[in-house]
């Protein structure tokens, strides 16, 4: 029988004492009468300078504020299922009406329409119902200091409501966002992704269940499955002009290996709709003559744990991986020899990233650091420590120009320019823990994958400019894990991944007015 401890016992007295002498607003069902005189009582048993009576309005006026407050927390929550039901409905009228491929130029323009239209009515009907609980407030608070203080906070709230409205009427009528592809396939869930950048353009994932695989954007099917992994690949990158993969895992390795693929020729589009019924119809294993690959033509060992993610340096002739021994190697890609060896983090490395044009490397940490490795110079290795973040910093990437966009778990997004590293031009704050980001090259827009299942599309300034559609019947069910982008391609130039075990293939379009700086 358990014993409790004396400095247990002691600091449970202690709890109980404190709650004593704290003062404890409750609402309880007894009548009027019965809840004054209650008050009056907790009030006599304070110590204040203030007198009884005044005391006694001050709670009293406390209390309305709070029902008050009640009140408008009750018509938030249903002012987000409805906009939860717009958003299913509008998603439904849209695939009603597309016949189930939204592809369309004058379809996107219909749905646009009656997606402005209905977003109009509820933000109608939303300033009538505030409007009347605003007059409400006003009869029962009365004047005074107080009623300043009162109404300012009131009104926050409903700066927040205005903020959702906006946030929905931004989202379906600003930017159009479109599920075009989904590529399932996985046994569990997917880390990283990215697209080639040679001819042919295809998908290549990254899984827990110690695959990669690579598809083809257009029709969705494997095209290849690399299996030489003995733990979780974690991330996988292109080579710039050759055919070649370089996937990390937590088998404490990074490998390269050569493909060679053969896009399949798009079917019909009835053909297509009845191949993904039977797909979704299956065992979720995947198409049973996708080809694999066993053995890498590179095996990059030296690693004392996991390596959670690798990339090509400029020219493809080195790569660095990261990993969680709290260090980034530097590899010459010919000779498989560890090149440089860079530490510093004082925590396990999460996420690694190569600029485009220059060598530069930018590695991100759980020790809410991401420093900036410089290469351009062979006899001098310079390195930069950003700190910004308070939490683990999950990714951080380079931009064509001379930024770094950093993503963390603290829910914030930072963008830095490497000119003035002292602190951030731009600071996005969302509301759930962010991914692995990733940058639009041409249009300059950052696309964040959260925790919570969301994906929200921001420009460098920290604009919101659209979230990806999300609901029972599209997107990801979730923790979105990485986004990356595909601009030269016309159907999907957007993809995301999660451990939903699918990768999603999207279809942006920003006005050219909201990209205009």
């Known amino acids: 029988m358990p014993v409790e401890s004396g400095s247990s016992a002691a600091s449970r007295q202690a709890k109980q004492k404190r709650k004593s002498h704290s003062l404890s607003i409750r609402r309880t069902n007894s009548t009027e009468q019965e809840r ?117 906070n009131i009104v926050e709230v409903w700066g927040r409501d205005s903020w959702i409205v906006s946030s929905f009427k931004a989202t379906t009528s600003r930017a159009v966002c479109q599920l075009v592809k989904e590529y399932a396939g996985h046994r569990d869930g997917i880390w990283d992704l990215s697209v080639t950048r040679t001819q042919p353009v295809v998908l290549g994932t990254a899984s827990a269940d110690h695959s990669a695989m ?56 009835a053909d297509i709709n009845f191949s993904d019924k039977d797909e979704a119809d299956g065992d979720g294993e995947g198409p049973n003559e996708c080809p694999s690959i066993r053995m890498a033509s590179t095996t990059l060992r030296s690693h004392q744990g996991v390596v959670i993610a690798a990339d090509w340096l400029v020219g493809g002739k080195q790569v660095v991986t990261a990993s969680w021994d ?112 990733s940058v639009s090259v041409s249009q300059r827009i950052i696309a964040l994958p959260h925790d919570n299942r969301q994906v929200r599309l921001f420009d460098m300034s920290g604009v919101r400019l659209a979230r990806l559609p999300h609901s029972n019947r599209q997107g990801h069910r979730r923790m979105v894990c990485c986004s990356a982008w595909c601009e030269d391609n016309s159907s999907c130039n957007l993809f995301s991944c999660g451990f939903d075990r699918q990768a999603i293939g999207w279809n942006i379009n920003i006005p050219a007015l909201l990209q205009e700086k």
């Open 36 to 152: 004054t005189g209650l008050q009056r009582e907790m009030l006599e048993g304070q110590d204040s300078k203030l007198p009884l009576s005044l005391r006694s309005n001050l709670l009293d006026l406390f209390g309305q504020i709070e029902r008050e407050f009640e009140n408008l927390y009750i018509e938030n929550i249903e002012l987000r299922r409805e906009i939860e039901t717009l958003n299913d409905r509008l998603t439904a009228e849209g695939q009603t009406i597309d016949g189930g491929d939204l592809t369309k130029g004058a379809l996107k323009t219909k749905a646009s329409h009656s997606t402005s239209q209905l977003s109009q009515k509820l933000k109608t009907t939303y300033k009538a119902s505030t409007s009347k609980r605003s007059h409400s407030f006003h009869g029962k608070v009365g004047d005074g200091p107080l009623l300043t203080f009162a109404v300012g």
């Open 326 to 437: 709290r260090a980034a190697n530097l590899y010459d890609v010919e000779t498989s020899e560890l090149v440089h060896s860079l530490t510093g983090h004082d925590q396990e490395l999460t996420h690694c990233c190569t600029h485009p044009t220059q060598r530069l490397v930018v590695t991100s940490s759980r020790d809410t650091t991401f420093r900036l490795w410089d290469f351009r110079d062979p006899s001098i290795h310079s390195v930069n420590v950003f700190q910004g973040h308070t939490d683990t910093v999950t990714s951080a990437v380079f931009t064509v120009g001379d930024n770094v966009v950093s993503g963390s778990d603290d829910r914030t997004v930072k963008v830095w320019d490497l000119k003035n590293m002292r602190s951030p031009i731009a600071t996005i704050r969302t509301d759930s823990a962010v991914n692995r980001i």
């Open 214 to 269: 690579l598809w083809s954007i257009e029709t969705g099917k494997c095209l290849l499955k690399y299996v030489g992994h003995a733990g979780s690949v974690n991330s996988i990158k292109f080579h710039p002009t050759e055919q070649m993969a370089l996937t990390a895992s937590g088998d404490q390795t990074a490998h390269i290996w050569r493909y060679m693929v053969q896009l399949p020729t798009p079917q019909p589009v």
